[in-house]
């Protein structure tokens, strides 16, 4: 069963330095997503690509904040100069592209900023 | 703007008891609604989801309606076991081409024998 995968599954970092994490979507899926999970709350939009295109930015995903998608396949979201209120779980998604279809989720990835 | 309220957890329940976990939204237009589930150390997983008023969506034991009146989509499981400990989200679909989902803040569910 091939899923959605993340990479790494856990990131310490230190405040200021970068960190990338990196999203495959199930084979053939069109649509890929990126959500943020932190304790206690449910996932927040963050962005979201249809095919390589990134359509659409959540305004919480500040300039520090950058996803790429450049082959319409893996997508990669690399954030700069980390704070300590990056700290989350930040999950990827990917679905099919046919209207309102089900979003498949991966295991997430995540990030604390020490 | 679009929003979910869901009730707030822990829920504590012995197991083979009834569940009921409210969901009502907030919503312009007639998104699609979801409930997803997350185990422990584990990502989300969608349960079940219905598209249109009065639609039922149901697995694993679970179901919940679509109800536009009351702008709810309550999740009820006739008799919980100890595997459906986890944490439940209840999650609203933007229309208008795409899935954008709006979870609530989630419902932790603890079954014991």
């Known amino acids: 069963d091939t899923g959605v995968s993340q990479d790494p599954r856990h990131k310490i970092t230190k405040r200021g330095q970068n960190v990338t994490f990196r999203c495959d979507p199930i084979?053939?899926?069109?649509?890929l997503y990126w959500y943020r999970q932190t304790l206690g709350q449910g996932p927040e939009f963050l962005t979201y690509?249809?095919?390589?295109?990134?359509?659409?930015k959540s305004r919480l995903l500040s300039d520090r904040f950058s996803a790429e998608r450049p082959k319409g396949s893996f997508s990669t979201l690399e954030i700069q100069r980390t704070e300590q209120g990056d700290s989350a779980m930040y999950l990827c998604?990917?679905?099919?592209?046919?209207?309102?279809?089900?979003?498949?989720f991966g295991e997430g990835s995540w990030l604390t900023v020490v | 703007g679009n929003s979910v309220t869901q009730m707030e957890g822990p829920v504590t329940l012995s197991e083979e008891a009834f569940l009921t976990i409210n969901c009502t939204y907030t919503?312009?237009?007639?998104?699609?609604l979801f409930w997803y589930v997350q185990y422990p150390g584990e990502g989300l997983q969608l349960l079940l989801k219905?598209?249109?008023?009065?639609d039922k969506g149901s697995n694993k034991g679970f179901e919940a309606t679509y109800r536009k009146e009351t702008t709810s989509f309550h999740l009820e499981k006739g008799s919980v076991q100890v595997s459906d400990s986890a944490v439940y989200f209840c999650?609203?679909?933007?229309?208008?081409?795409?899935?954008?989902?709006?979870f609530g803040a989630g419902t932790r569910l603890a079954v014991h024998p």
């Open positions: 998604a990917s679905s099919l592209g046919q209207g309102a279809d089900t979003i498949y």
């Open positions: 084979s053939e899926h069109n649509r």
């Open positions: 690509f249809q095919n390589e295109a990134q359509l659409e």
């Open positions: 919503a312009t237009g007639y998104p699609s």
């Open positions: 219905a598209t249109k008023a009065d």
């Open positions: 999650a609203l679909g933007t229309a208008g081409g795409y899935n954008k989902l709006i």
